[in-house]
């Protein structure tokens, strides 16, 4: 290949349908179970919360579902989204390794998020919803979802991850000037809220509460639809558009990766990379890696159990078969806010358990370093998620360097950090720390939960 640092489509070349993995998965999925009588649901137990097309693609085993044009039309905005071989990267961990990175900072809201968020918003205004509620972390679903709101005339109310809501004070500005309010999670808006801060009222909120108080506020109001970010089954196919993109600018590229790898909070932004390429593992009998990097300091993927849980912290969301650190976990308040959820989506955890996909933890003091490592050498800062990915990435590099063997590394470098600073300033200064749990403080956290195990 000639040295084409920027592999590009253009927008005729955006994929016309998303990748559904649940086709291919040797394995099917366990059913969710209702929350009161922990019998299998129906579609009628989700409609209060979303419109009947979310819920027909969420249990949808085919291969293919077509992106509606009116989606298609704003996705053109941005995507498709740039490939970048780091040439800079690879040169100063001289590594003999190919390092890309898909970029999906390009966007409206400067991350992977508005991918669903797009269509979300669009099926929600298709059934005439005019109101949503949602969750946020580190505000990158917020601002997404504030955007495709926006655009399809929908009203948006956020509940925000507290700690977030202070660290990341413009992503909450970003969310208003796309009119959407927002919330600091735990609140006294909602019976949720008030029972968190009756029992901690310096709680700094996670995302598992402020998803308690979404689906309360949309589950009292009939005029009202709640969105996820991550997690459910059509909301890591919708992400999929990355790793389709990414397929063929690796066949432009003239080139394959050997291990592609992403952040993981929920499961969107690692499936949404990784899907399509596993797709090659499960029907092509490829061997592809596809490595989940999360943070050491909230481990559902290496050190969580698999289980029947709730998505929520409250307990009414179905309750999912999944990796989990249990629903009542608090993670510590690491700079990483989209990454600091209990669970794995369904579709992940069945995955894992098959070996079909990898997971690493990596504690957030190596993650910043590869960011600034990162930073110098492609000009780009990343979002404190995507350095995850960047630390798994400069790890197999220097494995290839220490092995003499060149092999090719794609991740989802999926927002930019520009509305970060406050991480990158507390890392400068030394107030970073990693955070450990030891697995007796996990097994006892795991042990209060009243949820089915899986046999």
Not at 37 to 52: H, N, R, S, V, W
Not at 338 to 356: E, F, N, P, T
Not at 415 to 424: P, T
Request: aromatic share 8%; proline share 7%; with cysteine.
């Amino acid at each position: 290949m000639s040295k084409v640092r920027k592999i590009l489509l253009n927008e005729n070349e955006i994929p016309e349908q998303w990748y559904n993995i649940q086709a291919d998965m040797p394995n099917p999925l366990l059913p969710p179970l209702h929350p009161g009588t922990q019998q299998p649901i129906g579609p009628e137990d989700l409609a209060p919360l979303f419109p009947m097309e979310l819920i027909k693609q969420e249990v949808s085993k085919e291969a293919w579902i077509d992106i509606p044009e009116e989606v298609r039309d704003v996705y053109k905005i941005w995507r498709p989204t740039p490939m970048i071989r780091a040439y800079n990267l690879e040169k100063k961990l001289d590594t003999p390794a190919k390092i890309y990175y898909k970029f999906e900072g390009t966007s409206p809201s400067g991350s992977h998020k508005p991918n669903t968020a797009v269509p979300q918003a669009y099926y929600n205004k298709q059934e005439g919803v005019k109101r949503i509620t949602t969750e946020t972390g580190a505000g990158q679903w917020g601002s997404a979802l504030s955007f495709a709101c926006n655009l399809f005339d929908i009203d948006l109310e956020v509940y925000m991850v507290k700690i977030s809501y202070h660290h990341k004070p413009y992503r909450k500005v970003m969310m208003n000037s796309w009119g959407a309010k927002v919330h600091p999670s735990p609140t006294d808006l909602t019976e949720a809220g008030r029972k968190v801060l009756a029992d901690n009222p310096d709680s700094p909120g996670s995302l598992g509460i402020a998803i308690s108080e979404a689906v309360e506020r949309a589950a009292t109001n009939g005029d009202t639809k709640y969105a996820l970010g991550s997690v459910l089954n059509h909301v890591l196919m919708h992400q999929t558009i990355i790793g389709l993109e990414a397929v063929k600018q690796m066949e432009k590229a003239g080139d394959f990766p050997d291990v592609v790898i992403a952040p993981f909070g929920g499961g969107s932004n690692f499936a949404g990379l990784a899907f399509p390429f596993l797709r090659y593992n499960l029907l092509e009998g490829k061997n592809v890696r596809c490595l989940a990097s999360e943070p050491a300091s909230c481990p559902k993927l290496t050190k969580g159990d698999f289980r029947y849980d709730f998505g929520d912290m409250v307990g009414m969301t179905p309750l999912i078969p999944m990796y989990t650190l249990g629903h009542n976990f608090v993670p510590a308040p690491v700079h990483a806010g989209g990454l600091r959820y209990h669970g794995a989506g369904a579709v992940v955890s069945q995955l894992l358990k098959d070996d079909l996909i990898e997971a690493q933890a990596l504690h957030q003091l190596e993650c910043f370093e590869a960011g600034i490592t990162f930073a110098k050498a492609e000009g780009i800062i990343p979002a404190p998620e995507a350095t995850h990915a960047i630390a798994s990435a400069i790890r197999e590099a220097n494995q290839a360097k220490e092995e003499g063997k060149s092999r090719t590394i794609l991740f989802n470098l999926c927002g930019h950090g520009n509305f970060d600073m406050q991480a990158y300033a507390d890392y400068f200064d030394g107030k970073l720390q990693d955070h450990h749990f030891t697995d007796d403080e996990l097994r006892a956290n795991l042990k209060t939960l009243d949820t089915p195990e899986i046999k």
